[in-house]
């Protein structure tokens, strides 16, 4: 499977929530690598790169409604972007 990079900018209520640390156990989980970071105009920037399918995965998660996971927040739109990876190390909140 290809490995790839995904930047996604995240809509809705979704800073002060514990989203970005949410974000983060999900991608750990998926053995992803990036961040999760809180934009100045209240959405949130998540690039994660590793397999295409556990990209797909996260972003999925990301978009779900209701959540079954108990992701805090609530989310009206994910705008994802793909391209090359980066080499990212880990998987940080910033």
Known sequence: M???RMTAFV???V???GFRWWTRCR???LGL???AKN???GRVEV???GDEGDVDTL???LEEQPSSTQRPGHVDIVVAQYGEPRGAEGFHER
């Open 2 to 4: 290809a490995t790839i």
């Open 11 to 13: 809509h809705g209520h």
């Open 15 to 17: 800073q002060g929530v």
């Open 27 to 29: 991608a750990l989980e």
């Open 33 to 35: 690598q990036g961040y």
């Open 39 to 41: 934009l100045v105009d």
């Open 47 to 49: 690039v994660a790169e």
């Open 59 to 61: 972003k999925r998660l």
